[in-house]
């Protein structure tokens, strides 16, 4: 028979149990406590990182719009150099003759430089780090793409690799617009010849049957509007007055008569109310608040439009977008010969090619006069103000004062977006129009 346990050792197997569970909790309790706090280490350590990145990314980018403004300081300086008497040097060059590049006996006609440098180069980390020694013991690049994500170039900028600059591991890409081939709405409310040119080419740009969508619907506030209320309603916010305009389309005297009704009733309706700010726009989202501006508009219009240019300044003629080029076209016509070809899309587009063909290499703009006589070859009567003194026009020019740039930092994960509208006036680097980070 076995012998029965005494109470010693069942007390000590009674023990050995306790102490078993104590320890299991512990551990646990130890392995709970051991991860949270490796995951708050890591957490901080991530937080950290975003943080240093997000100040790179920053910086990187602001370093975008100081080389922009550097180079747009060149390009005003290229823009001042004037060569005398270009069109006969020509000639005698050729061997020919033109009728454009001849002057008459004892009078030089000086031509300045069309050469676009802003948009012959390209301002990138990749630029940076040619002009900048990087510091000792930091390699020149690192292995891995830094790709610039939301660029307009997404090919080039997906191959692009990252550079060290100054111990910041990271890239920027910076992009330069020209302000002054868009259609200032702020000349509404200008001088009666700016006015009266700025209202036509906006009823053209907004007249156009490709942009039918805009105004055949209603929006969410239930508003339908026409391109001709638009306009008004645009004068309206801007005017000094609280009368509602009405458009005068004669072609005679002001184009904006003052009406009978108050402008302020479309917008006692909405909610919160509010006034119209009866004063110049400050920034290109301040549309939104003009009654009958909508998310279709701003998608269609708002890389047409601007308020930042000079309200004196003039539309250039070196563009890109083939709708800008033909409100070009169109300031040039001579008002009072308007020939009907220019109704046809067909012609237009056909006339729209010769000028882009006309532009022999990329970054290299055309003068005023030379696209005065690209019309005249095509059969377009060209405004007598116009051809007569290039430099004295009213209207139309081949150099551009204000730039907008965008430029896009990025670092690690983090990724910094700020735009700038620059001035070119008498200080260095310009006057700083808009800033805006994102």
């Known amino acids: 028979m076995p012998r029965p346990m005494d109470k010693r050792q069942a007390g000590s197997r009674y023990q050995r149990g306790v102490t078993m569970l104590i320890v299991v909790v512990a551990i646990a309790v130890l392995t709970a406590v051991a991860t949270d706090f490796a995951y708050n280490s890591r957490v901080d350590l991530q937080l950290a990182a975003n943080q240093r990145d997000e100040v790179r990314a920053y910086f990187l980018a602001r370093s975008g719009i100081g080389l ?94 990252t550079r060290s600059f100054g111990g910041f591991n990271g890239c920027f890409l910076a992009t330069i617009g020209d302000e002054e081939e868009k259609l200032n709405v702020n000349k509404l409310n200008g001088l009666q010849f700016s006015t009266q040119a700025t209202v036509a080419r906006l009823l053209d740009l907004l007249g156009d049957k490709r942009f039918d969508f805009v105004f055949d619907r209603e929006d969410a506030n239930r508003v339908k509007v026409t391109p001709q209320d638009e306009v008004i ?16 389309l004669t072609g005679q005297g002001d184009p904006f008569v003052k009406g009978f009704s108050d402008e302020n009733s479309f917008y006692d309706r909405y909610v919160p109310r509010y006034r119209t700010k009866n004063a110049a726009m400050d920034t290109l989202d301040e549309l939104y608040m003009v009654h009958g501006v909508n998310d279709r508009f701003m998608a269609a219009f708002r890389d047409r439009l601007t308020v930042y240019s000079d309200i004196n300044s003039k539309l250039n003629i070196n563009t890109d977008d083939p709708l800008l080029l033909r409100l070009a076209i169109l300031s040039m016509v001579d008002p009072t010969k308007v020939p ?99």
């Open 68 to 161: 922009s403004r550097l180079l747009l300081r060149f390009q005003k300086q290229v823009d001042n150099i004037q060569i005398p008497n270009i069109g006969a040097l020509l000639s005698s060059l050729t061997g020919s003759s033109s009728k454009s590049g001849s002057t008459a006996p004892g009078t030089q006609q000086s031509t300045g430089l069309n050469i676009q440098l802003w948009k012959l180069a390209r301002i990138d980390c990749q630029m940076l780090q040619m002009m900048v020694k990087p510091p000792f013991g930091i390699e020149k690049a690192v292995k891995g793409p830094a790709p610039i994500r939301g660029t307009d170039d997404l090919e080039v900028a997906s191959k692009m690799a």
């Open 233 to 248: 309603n645009l004068r309206d916010w801007i005017d000094e007055d609280e009368t509602q305009s009405a458009l005068n």
């Open 340 to 438: 009907p070809q220019l109704a046809d899309p067909y012609f237009m587009e056909d006339l729209i090619r010769r000028i882009r063909a006309a532009r022999v290499l990329p970054g290299m703009g055309m003068s005023v006069n030379d696209f005065g006589a690209l019309l005249k070859l095509a059969g377009v009567p060209v405004n007598a103000s116009i051809s007569a003194n290039v430099q004295g026009n009213r209207l139309v020019s081949d150099k551009t004062s204000t730039f907008s740039i965008k430029s896009v930092g990025e670092a690690g994960s983090v990724q910094k977006t700020i735009e700038a509208v620059i001035r070119m006036d008498d200080q260095a680097l310009g006057r700083l129009v808009y800033w805006r980070e994102s």
